[in-house]
């Protein structure tokens, strides 16, 4: 099957590179980060100090951000619950493994009319941890997500409202036919080869180059551009075992684009901005 044209990449937004900083580094400088180094940073991948104030002022109002003073030095810190959210992302998106297995686990929910608002909530959340949906009130995942889902809906209070079962299929459609209605895996699959097509001439520029350490700056703004780009995409891939996908899955090869700039990159970068 001829694969789908590959749309272009969108350009990723000052905050969401903001979070990546701070997911990368900021947790290990000690949660702080002042506002001249913030700017500095965001300066060289293409964030002037503007915009980054603009965004760091949404992100607070969002409660991702805290502001915090330390030795009168105004910097921020990550909150309590970005915190979590951004273990959860650590796991998703440095340490998912691909499951063998056909297994599932099924959400079946129930709100009130009058708390519509909790109900956009908890289909948003299942929907990020990748979920899709069987009925109105029925969603369904790979069955490797259930320790997630159990805790981001615990800690963002939509627990009284779903319950989780471990399913088999059992009959009677085939069960990557399913697949491929409950989930835009064309989508996803044109998403991972604009990632590649983008990628993929950076990392060969890289190799023949060479991360050094005259070069860390660079390799610290192409890595936090390179990982905010990626980061999105193992939150919308469910992560379905191999044979229910396409069998031109473009999943792999990018996943492995991303693990090869990822060696190359991450400890010239690391070392720019932390020392160690």
Do not use: N
């Amino acid at each position: 099957m001829t694969p789908p044209m590959t749309p272009p990449m969108t350009p990723p937004t000052p905050r969401a590179l903001i979070i990546t900083v701070f997911g990368l580094y900021v947790r290990d400088l000690g949660g702080w980060i002042s506002v001249g180094r913030l700017i500095e940073l965001m300066d060289h991948v293409g964030i002037d100090a503007q915009a980054v104030r603009s965004s760091v002022s949404r992100l607070k109002k969002r409660g991702i951000l805290v502001g915090d003073r330390r030795d009168g030095v105004a910097g921020y810190g990550l909150s309590e619950y970005a915190e979590s959210v951004l273990a959860e992302g650590d796991r998703r998106i440095f340490r998912r493994e691909q499951p063998q297995d056909a297994d599932w686990v099924l959400a079946v929910f129930s709100v009130p009319e009058s708390e519509r608002a909790k109900r956009h909530a908890l289909r948003a959340r299942l929907t990020w941890l990748g979920f899709a949906t069987i009925s109105s009130g029925t969603w369904i995942a790979p069955a490797h997500v259930a320790d997630d889902t159990r805790l981001v809906l615990a800690r963002d209070g939509l627990e009284r409202y779903v319950e989780l079962f471990h399913a088999d299929h059992l009959g009677f459609g085939d069960v990557g036919s399913l697949a491929a209605k409950w989930w835009d895996l064309r989508g996803i699959d044109a998403r991972y080869r604009a990632f590649a097509a983008e990628c993929e001439p950076l990392l060969r520029r890289w190799e023949r180059v060479g991360a050094s350490a005259d070069r860390a700056e660079a390799a610290f703004a192409d890595y936090v551009r390179v990982l905010t780009a990626w980061r999105e995409l193992p939150y919308l891939d469910p992560g379905l075992p191999p044979e229910l996908l396409p069998a031109d899955w473009a999943g792999a090869a990018a996943t492995r684009l991303f693990a090869a700039v990822q060696e190359l990159l991450e400890p010239q970068a690391r070392e720019y901005v932390t020392g160690s």
